[in-house]
């Protein structure tokens, strides 16, 4: 069986961007889970934590994630948050083989400053806020598969590394 692929990390690491190179290069479907829940929820996901707050947002997002990795060839964006779900984790392992996209703080700051759809970011000292979340998940988001440290690399190497390792991997299931 073929499993899925996919992508955990910090909003602005390139999650969509390097998703839809593999999932082309793979000739699998490419499911990024913010922009399901969008669809679902016919609003942006700043105004689901306005409207209906953070906690909604994430049982949302735990569904989805979790009906979605049952499916087959994809290659899944998880929300920056969504591989804290021990829930999601689990079904990671069992589903698919997972890759931390790391960026360092530094450039994670630069990529964020101007964003205007972070809600998590809202109001708050950028540098601090990045910083601290950073901490918060680095922790969880090692227990992928795989990390990819993607500084300094452009999406199109990032997506050969990452294809480089879900083949060997998919050989060793």
């Given amino acids: 069986m073929r499993k899925n692929l996919v992508l955990t990390g910090m909003m602005g690491v390139g999650k ?4 839809k190179t593999l999932a082309k ?3 699998y479907n490419f499911i990024d889970i913010d ?3 969008e669809q679902k929820e016919g609003c942006s996901i700043n105004s689901i934590f306005q409207r209906k707050s953070e906690n ?3 049982k949302l997002e735990n569904k989805l994630s979790l009906n979605e990795l049952k499916k087959k060839n994809s290659v899944i964006s998880l929300g920056g ?3 804290l779900s021990r ?3 689990k079904a990671v392992k069992v589903y698919a083989v997972s890759f931390w996209l790391d960026v360092n703080v530094e450039e994670l700051i630069l990529r964020l400053r101007k964003t205007k759809k972070r809600p998590l970011l809202f109001n708050k000292n950028l540098s601090e806020t990045v910083n601290k979340i950073y901490l918060e998940r680095k922790q969880t988001y090692n227990e992928s598969d795989f990390k990819i440290n993607c500084n300094f690399l452009k ?5 050969e590394k990452v294809l480089e390792l879900y ?3 998919r050989n060793k299931i």
């Fill in 16 to 19: 969509s961007t390097i998703g």
């Fill in 155 to 159: 999406p199109e190497k990032i997506a």
């Fill in 35 to 37: 922009n399901l829940i």
């Fill in 167 to 169: 083949e060997i991997s």
């Fill in 56 to 58: 909604y947002f994430r």
């Fill in 87 to 89: 829930s999601i984790r």
């Fill in 81 to 83: 948050g969504a591989f």
């Fill in 25 to 27: 290069k793979l000739s």
